[in-house]
């Protein structure tokens, strides 16, 4: 079906491990996101990219690695998890990026425990 | 730091119009108003948004005040899947970089009640 897709819904792990998190979407958009969500803290934005190959960094990049190889894939590494990166993480898509008619779609998120 | 106030909770009735405000009291002239809505447990949701004029779509409508400090969600016709947190965000037209980022501040919890 199409439209982004992340992996794996819930993950839990350890302090120190490397995990990495995968976002999938189907719609050819250029533009991909990155967020956190934390009780108190809303979304926050780790990271982004506008094409293959271009990423920046967003609100909270610290301790966060990204690449994006191809169009469709996104994916967020955790090099060496800590317990503060315990949250809800987010991924989003967008087909133009400060235009008037930027929409961005969310993915239904994965749920990161750090133990 | 956020650009929105918004109420920490509200509760509408079921059938009933939802009116979801937002105060904005420091955009600036190329800013728009965006609304995004978040339901337990998923991802966020678009909207609508506006620049200054009031804008219409199949989900609601977005009133905008003339001094555009503030602004208003219209659910015309509430039903219970319309619980959600929604999201008033102010954001930078034609930006670059990191200025153009969608900053989530803590939205109202709308209950939509039978």
């Known amino acids: 079906d199409a439209g982004i897709t992340q992996s794996p819904r819930y993950k839990i792990t350890e302090t120190g491990r490397q995990v990495t998190l995968m976002c999938h979407q189907t719609w050819s958009h250029s533009y991909m996101f990155w967020y956190r969500q934390d009780l108190g803290h809303g979304l926050r934005l780790i990271y982004y990219s506008a094409a293959a190959d271009i990423t920046d960094k967003g609100e909270v990049p610290d301790g966060y690695v990204v690449s994006r190889s191809k169009t469709e894939n996104f994916p967020l590494t955790l090099e060496s998890a800590t317990r503060s990166q315990t949250s809800v993480y987010f991924c989003a898509s967008s087909d133009s990026f400060g235009s008037f008619k930027e929409t961005q779609y969310f993915g239904p998120g994965t749920r990161l425990l750090v133990l | 730091d956020a650009k929105t106030t918004q109420p920490t909770s509200m509760d509408c009735a079921e059938g009933r119009a939802a009116n979801l405000p937002c105060n904005h009291s420091t955009i600036s002239g190329n800013e728009y108003v965006y609304w995004y809505r978040q339901i337990h447990s998923q991802g966020p949701q678009y909207i609508i948004h506006?620049?200054?004029n009031n804008e219409t779509n199949e989900m609601a409508s977005l009133i905008i005040t003339e001094d555009r400090k503030s602004s208003t969600l219209i659910l015309p016709h509430a039903t219970l899947r319309d619980t959600a947190v929604y999201y008033c965000i102010v954001r930078v037209r034609d930006y670059g970089g990191s200025q153009g980022n969608l900053i989530f501040g803590k939205g109202t919890k709308l209950s939509v009640k039978p």
């Open positions: 506006g620049l200054k």
